[in-house]
């Protein structure tokens, strides 16, 4: 297949260019600590051998990559699944889902698309902010991955988001892949997920005819992703913290590698994915006098509407909401067991904050408003 050259250097490595990707990766001190720390009991030359062997991204995610998130997941989690009846896996479709973690999101969703009988996995959507390492952007577009490219002047960002609309558009039609993108840049901090219009527009950027045509194009899956538990949460909590006290506060170089290595290896209790019916008819039922200026809002809360009516809701959300609020509303959806537990969860997490002017309730209502807005947004979007 041709590639157009405009996609060179945003998209995932070519089958043709792996041995030298292979060779990058494997000389590099950073990474050889890396595969030695995932896998002490193997030697290195021995791993080295069998990634050479892979002749495509597809073939390295399936010997490495799928078994490594199947047997972390093992350890980590208290199982985790895919419904995915609305969908037909001989398809290929955009999954835009709420974003939970930096990397699981989508690494898990590689593993469950496998497991539901889809020929390939995703091609996935990530910010250039998280590629400074030579070695960790040659790796991620080893794993299928496509540069979205942050922090450039306006003029050069409306070029950059018009190269990556078509290089999505590419992927599905041409390439038959699918893709995955998160509904809005970054996580939703406290877990109150709203699709970004930006990233709507952002995709109808590329393509052909109206916004619901240009959509339709990209055959769009609203996906719900629903931890028991987030690893993440109480650094999520000390951004909100930072961010309240110091508005001018930024990530430092370490933040993300820390969030990223804490969502990975951390507890996440059970997790469950849920794919909404892919959104198409729904394009073709819009009102032909929507108006221009509403129609990436509406389509936008559709996609809300898709995500939050399909959470799986844990005993943890209930306790959460409860306990924000100051009631005892939702005691039929839990145990004293379970409030134990989560109280003594809760209490771990708060445990591992050390900063400077910590302030306990902000933190402890963060925390409980990240477990409560998704019960919050399933009760409005099903009532």
């Avoid at 050069?156 to 988001?161: D, I, K, V, Y």
């Avoid at 309730?361 to 409560?372: E, G, P, Q, V």
Wanted: glycine letters at 4%; one cysteine or more.
């Amino acid at each position: 297949m041709i590639i157009p050259e405009k996609f060179n250097d945003i998209r995932p490595f070519e089958p043709e260019e792996l041995p030298e990707v292979y060779d990058r990766l494997l000389a590099n001190p950073q990474f050889q600590a890396v595969v030695r720390y995932l896998y002490p009991d193997v030697p290195f030359d021995m791993l080295a051998a069998k990634m050479k062997t892979c002749k495509t991204s597809l073939d390295f995610q399936m010997q490495f990559c799928y078994k490594f998130i199947d047997n972390l997941m093992k350890k980590a989690s208290r199982g985790y699944e895919m419904n995915c009846k609305a969908i037909n896996n001989t398809k290929h479709y955009t999954f835009v889902s709420n974003h939970r973690d930096i990397v699981l999101d989508s690494a898990i969703l590689d593993v469950l698309l496998i497991d539901a009988g889809f020929t390939t996995t995703c091609e996935i959507a990530i910010g250039d902010n998280l590629l400074a390492l030579p070695w960790v952007k040659d790796l991620v577009r080893l794993n299928k991955s496509f540069i979205v490219k942050r922090g450039l002047p306006m003029r050069e960002m409306l070029m950059a988001g018009k190269t990556l609309s078509e290089y999505m558009h590419f992927a599905i039609q041409e390439k038959h892949e699918n893709v995955w993108v998160a509904q809005r840049s970054g996580r939703a901090k406290d877990s109150n997920d709203r699709t970004s219009e930006g990233v709507l527009k952002m995709m109808t950027m590329g393509g052909t005819g109206t916004v619901p045509e240009r959509l339709k194009e990209l055959h769009i899956v609203p996906l719900t992703i629903s931890y028991e538990y987030d690893p993440c949460d109480y650094l999520k909590a000390v951004e909100l913290q930072q961010k309240r006290d110091n508005p001018e506060w930024k990530k430092g170089p370490n933040d993300d590698i820390i969030s990223m290595q804490t969502g990975i290896m951390g507890f996440k209790g059970h997790v469950h994915y849920h794919c909404a019916p892919c959104i198409d008819e729904y394009l073709d039922n819009l009102p032909a006098d929507t108006p221009k200026g509403e129609i990436h809002r509406i389509i936008a809360e559709h996609i809300d509407h898709e995500i939050h009516s399909h959470y799986m809701l844990y005993p943890s959300n209930y306790v959460a909401l409860d306990e924000l609020q100051g009631t005892e509303d939702y005691k039929d959806h839990y145990s004293a067991d379970d409030k134990a537990f989560f109280d003594r969860y809760l209490a771990g997490q708060m445990a591992k904050i050390n900063m400077p002017n910590k302030d306990e309730a902000f933190l402890r209502k963060s925390i409980l408003t990240m477990y409560a807005n998704p019960a919050i947004n399933y009760m409005n979007a099903t009532k």
